[in-house]
């Protein structure tokens, strides 16, 4: 009883924040941009909360589990993305014209690039959903082991809709100020617990299996999520809210430190666990495990309502992110009443959720798969930004490259066979080679 009030407070906490203390917005600059006026503490906040999702967490808590401390490796990957972020493309994407990261293809490439970009990034973006609403179900299914996939998902994405539908990255940026506020209280406990069990041993003479996560995997992670970032719609739509460029900046650095100690710390808990003597039926259950058995009454609740807000924030921020690119590429629709916003919001939502009942099923695989358009625009992005000699066609040749050789490298070598160190460290060059051939060849 004391778990459930504590599950039910935080949900309530959470909803009266996006429903009661954010007005309603009136119109799209203040439903997608936040005024632009987002300052340090919210923006760092949001940041956070935007890479603390329950995808990343059950994947890289996986491989903790399996491969111990290898798998610090993983986190690694957002502190070197994200600080590469910072000084690569925060301060241009904040000085932005635009409701979304879409705008900027438009802007320096003209409209073919821009509608290519705009349809890749959303399709990306609702793979990403989908996989933080399957991770939602693996979350709360042994809770409920009596309700289907099907009934556990809707309430918990109609939920997660009305956490933004009022107010947008206004509602986001607010709920993801709370939870920012628990997440770092809560994750330290989560450790300790992991920790100080009973059964737990030492993870320095625990047997692990570092062959499941082999170092090169991890490397082409990092390179990946480096490349990828700059491109990411759900953070640029936060860096756009930005005040100044200074607190762009300054927040992407501070979030980039946070969360990387967040995830090395849920990856440590799992590895603990395993040096316990828990076998898993399924190693994407490590972190699950440890709320449901080795925390006390209330902290339960409490982590559990945590899980929930961990997938809530981010998939909010994605379906704002996903009606902002919309709003863009349409202006008449931009021109409506913010009503429109609502139902783009609904429409992103459903179709999150209906791809993660038919298509998802490795969660960290899918997700990592969804990058493969974002990727491909890495030159795109950074040359258009610091090259004046790029073109439109350099671009263009650049991610088409980009798309053809992710998806060679999924369906030749598979996720068995470890493809994103092929993805990546052939992508790259081949991306920027031809990227940098055909502005030379080609220019505007």
């Given amino acids: 009883m004391l778990d459930l009030i504590t599950f039910v407070g935080y949900i309530v906490l959470l909803l009266s924040v996006a429903l009661w203390r954010t007005r309603?917005?009136?119109?799209?600059?203040?439903?997608?941009?936040?005024?632009?006026?987002?300052?340090?503490?919210?923006?760092?906040?949001?940041?956070?909360?935007?890479?603390?999702n329950m995808s990343t967490l059950l994947?890289?808590?996986?491989?903790?589990?399996?491969?111990?401390?290898?798998?610090?490796?993983?986190?690694?990957?957002?502190?070197v993305g994200l600080l590469f972020y910072s000084f690569a493309a925060a301060r241009s994407w904040q000085r932005l014209k635009g409701l979304s990261v879409s705008d900027f293809f438009?802007?320096?490439?003209?409209?073919?690039?821009?509608?290519?970009?705009?349809?890749?990034?959303?399709?990306?973006?609702?793979?990403?959903?989908?996989?933080?609403?399957?991770s939602l179900v693996v979350i709360f299914?042994?809770?409920?082991?009596?309700?289907?996939?099907?009934?556990?998902?809707?309430?918990?994405?109609?939920?997660?809709?009305l956490l933004c539908i009022r107010s947008g990255l206004m509602s986001v940026i607010r709920v993801d100020s709370v939870s920012f506020i628990a997440t770092i209280i809560f994750v330290p406990i989560l450790l300790y617990f992991a920790y100080s069990s009973p059964d737990s041993a030492s993870i320095a003479t625990t047997t692990y299996d570092t062959s499941a996560l082999p170092t090169s995997y991890a490397a082409s992670i990092i390179l990946l999520t480096t490349f990828t970032y700059i491109a990411s719609p759900w953070y640029g739509q936060r860096i756009l809210s930005a005040r100044s460029g200074k607190v762009a900046v300054t927040a992407v650095i501070l979030a980039a430190v946070i969360v990387f100690v967040l995830y090395?710390?849920?990856?440590?808990?799992?590895?603990?666990?395993?040096?316990?003597g828990v076998a898993l039926e399924q190693v994407e259950w490590s972190i699950p495990y440890i709320v449901e058995h080795q925390l006390p009454g209330g902290l339960r609740g409490?982590?559990?309502?945590?899980?929930?807000?961990?997938?809530?924030?981010?998939?909010?921020?994605?379906?704002?992110?996903?009606?902002?690119?919309?709003?863009?590429?349409?202006?008449?629709?931009?021109?409506?009443p913010v009503w429109s916003n609502r139902l783009l919001l609904l429409l992103s939502a459903s179709l999150s959720w209906l791809i993660s009942e038919l298509l998802v099923d490795s969660i960290l695989q899918k997700l990592i798969l969804a990058n493969i358009p974002v990727y491909a625009l890495s030159f795109a992005i950074l040359a258009g930004f610091h090259w004046s000699r790029v073109s439109t066609i350099g671009a263009s040749i650049s991610t088409g490259v980009g798309l053809i050789w992710g998806i060679s490298?999924?369906?030749?070598?598979?996720?068995?066979?470890?493809?994103?160190?092929?993805?990546?460290?052939?992508?790259?060059?081949?991306?920027?080679?031809t990227g940098i051939l055909g502005s030379l060849l080609f220019p505007d």
């Avoid at 997608?32 to 940041?47: M, N, P, Q, V, W």
């Avoid at 997938?311 to 902002?324: D, E, F, K, R, Y």
Wanted: glycine share 10%; hydrophobic share 55%; proline share 3%.
């Fill in 24 to 52: 309603s917005s009136t119109s799209n600059d203040t439903f997608l941009l936040g005024h632009k006026a987002t300052g340090l503490a919210a923006l760092t906040a949001t940041l956070v909360m935007a890479e603390l």
């Fill in 409 to 433: 490298c999924y369906l030749y070598v598979g996720e068995s066979g470890f493809y994103t160190v092929y993805w990546a460290f052939g992508g790259l060059p081949l991306i920027f080679g």
């Fill in 141 to 161: 299914a042994p809770l409920v082991p009596d309700w289907s996939s099907l009934s556990l998902s809707i309430p918990l994405t109609v939920i997660i809709l």
């Fill in 106 to 134: 438009h802007q320096k490439y003209g409209s073919k690039l821009g509608i290519f970009a705009a349809a890749s990034l959303w399709i990306a973006m609702l793979g990403f959903a989908a996989t933080y609403i399957k």
């Fill in 302 to 336: 409490w982590g559990y309502g945590l899980f929930f807000a961990l997938a809530a924030t981010t998939l909010s921020g994605l379906w704002t992110a996903m009606t902002a690119m919309i709003q863009s590429e349409w202006p008449r629709v931009t021109q409506q």
């Fill in 59 to 79: 994947g890289f808590s996986s491989m903790g589990y399996v491969a111990g401390t290898q798998a610090l490796l993983l986190p690694l990957a957002f502190l």
């Fill in 264 to 276: 090395a710390v849920m990856v440590l808990a799992a590895a603990y666990l395993r040096a316990s």
